[in-house]
């Protein structure tokens, strides 16, 4: 099933129907109309995408056991983009397919005969993930609405996850606490913007573009999606794919969502990720109307689905459904979005609420790998890592680079073993 995903999402990469990363799909309209080269888009595809794959794909995959998006799709975002010829696509994606599938198990077990076994000592960032994660929608009501209705929607999310670890011990206690969050992030936006197209129409302001005057945005939004709903049934089995991966609970749609799927907490990760929906939405859609390419993953809501639904088949049908109304649906997503400006704005601060959230989880969490490893001398070694890639411009994005400092550590640290210069922590 891996393979044959990664061989049809190469394909729709080719076709520039649809890309994993949101950085790299601006720039496919110029490769659409044929304005930049097909090596040109790789490059972008490459450099945009590099970072994740290693630093962040590959070890949240080694250290969880369970597959993500930025391990399977950004590889075929640069390999589709990369193929010379449509019938290669797809053969390159299956081939990168083949290498996860069973190259994943393979460094897995090497690293375990390791004397300093760095992933086992990754379990820890789980932790720090997961409930430092909860946050993000407190900083996104903080950043667009202010300290107090955020230090409000703070002390609702804190209450809320020590009822749920009080009563509920067996739910994720952050499960109840982010779907309070993101609930009042939405309404104190859609709230927002009532109350101000309210204020316009008493004052007699409108929105309305004089008569003949054709809007330039609109046309081209227009035609992009038609372009999509020209290739429907080929979204249709890309969603029923993605759809069925997830059910097979082999395969989290984010950083918290992959721990949880490992715990076994399916409907806790179905809630992860739908609530990730309300940060991406705008920009996908936006996107996906301003360039002619979508997502890989539609809005991700198939990822949440998939996790609940009981067998594979219901899953086949219900993600080839759902890609289905969302390429359908893209215009008039891009109209309502046009109209609630407060809510587009909360979508970019949901994103980089996330972000900041992740980015301490992560860098703690690998700090705590560290000393689970080497103690200070695993301390020194990453958080040495980590600042050097700051010092250096960040060669290595920010998120990904904690990641990668702990697996070089952790291979420095069992060549100092060897040398018999260092004894790992018992």
Known sequence: ????????????????????????RPFMLDFIQKRTTRSATTAVSFGLSAGFIFGLGAPMALVSGVLNPWLLFLPTDILGLLSPKKWLA????????????????GANDLAKKLPVDFLDA???MSTPILFLFTLFPVLAVTKQFGRLRGGIVGVVELALV????????????????MAVGVLALIGFAIDKDLKQRRADRAAGVSYELPEGVEDPMASLFSASAARLRRHLPLFMVLGAGVCVLAQMKIFG???ATSFLIAKGQYAEAAQVDFYRVFGFVPLIATTALASGAYGIAGFTLAYPIGYLMPNPFLAALAGAAVFALEVLALSYIGRVLGRLPSVRDSSEHLRSAISEALGLA?????????????????????????????????PVVRMAAAPVAVIIGGILLNLLYWMDLFTPVK
């Not at 044959?4 to 994993?20: E, G």
């Not at 020590?162 to 206690?173: A, E, I, Q, R, Y």
């Not at 703690?364 to 990453?382: D, E, K």
């Open 1 to 24: 099933m891996v393979i044959a995903l990664c061989a049809l999402t190469a394909y729709v990469s080719h076709m520039a129907l649809a890309v994993f990363n949101d950085g790299v």
């Open 90 to 105: 797809p053969l390159l994606g299956a081939g990168w397919g083949a290498v996860v599938v069973y190259g994943l198990g």
């Open 122 to 124: 990754m379990q820890q």
């Open 162 to 177: 020590v009822m749920t670890m009080k009563l509920w011990p067996s739910v994720f206690p952050g499960a109840i606490a």
């Open 253 to 255: 749609g984010g950083e």
């Open 362 to 394: 992560i860098l703690f969490g690998s700090l705590m790998a560290a000393n689970a490893m080497g103690g200070g001398l695993g301390i020194l070694i990453c958080g040495g890592l980590y600042l050097l890639n700051e010092a250096m411009g960040r």
